[in-house]
T-cell receptor
Framework: GIQVEQSPPDLILQEGANSTLRCNFSDSVNNLQWFHQNPWGQLINLFYIPSGTKQNGRLSATTVATERYSLLYISSSQTTDSGVYFCAAPSTSGTYKYIFGTGTRLKVLA | NAGVTQTPKFQVLKTGQSMTLQCAQDMNHNSMYWYRQDPGMGLRLIYYSASEGTTDKGEVPNGYNVSRLNKREFSLRLESAAPSQTSVYFC?????????????FGPGTRLLVL
């Protein structure tokens, strides 16, 4: 099955800074999702992005499927962006067995 | 519209005890999932149900059973709890349109097995 790796594992930013989080996957995917887990543990889906680029406010994501990676961009970071960011993909294309990366823990300082 | 709800929020068990974690969704989603999250790790899939009446094993199914009671409800049962099952358990639901799928998560159940 697929392997999903994220980098960096930890990131500390000053409020207002920009950041890029990376997700590498070992096999081709037709489904790639990004999630944010806030400091209270709640998981929120950010993007469904198997290829191309999407934007939602200060967040955007790009997946280059041919090179097997996805990037999550956070611009003008705010303290509310703190938490853990996960990417996930199906272990085998078309299945429901999602494999999550181990996450990037982001702390934004005021 | 409550989304995905889970009960209980927190539970302490002794080794060998059994319990059932409940999950319900009101979004009319076909697919439901149970994950566990251990400290410093991502989520690992325990079981999933692609549609009402079907269930299948995920990455870490040993020691668990599930029931897809109806379209709304998907329960996870620990028959004989072990300390290794201490974790935070998340239920999720999704609707799939072609290959596009968005998962919605419940608030989690924190389980401690002594």
């Amino acid at each position: 099955g697929i392997q999903v790796e994220q980098s960096p594992p930890d990131l500390i930013l000053q409020e207002g800074a920009n950041s890029t989080l990376r997700c590498n996957f070992s096999d081709s995917v037709n489904n790639l999702q990004w999630f944010h887990q806030n400091p209270w543990g709640q998981l929120i889906n950010l993007f469904y992005i198997p290829s191309g680029t999407k934007q939602n406010g200060r967040l955007s994501a790009t997946t280059v499927a041919t090179e097997r990676y996805s990037l999550l961009y956070i611009s003008s970071s705010q303290t509310t962006d703190s938490g853990v960011y996960f990417c996930a993909a199906p272990s085998t294309s078309g299945t429901y067995k999602y494999i999550f990366g181990t996450g990037t823990r982001l702390k934004v300082l005021a | 519209n409550a989304g995905v709800t889970q009960t209980p929020k927190f539970q302490v068990l002794k080794t060998g005890q059994s319990m059932t974690l409940q999950c319900a969704q009101d979004m009319n989603h076909n697919s439901m999932y149970w994950y566990r999250q251990d400290p410093g790790m991502g989520l690992r899939l325990i079981y999933y149900s692609a549609s009402e009446g079907t269930t299948d094993k995920g990455e870490v199914p040993n020691g668990y059973n599930v029931s897809r009671l109806n379209k709304r409800e998907f329960s996870l049962r620990l028959e004989s709890a072990a300390p290794s099952q201490t974790s935070v358990y998340f239920c999720a639901s999704s609707v799939r349109l072609g290959s596009q799928e968005t998962q919605y998560f419940g608030p989690g159940t924190r389980l401690l097995v002594l």
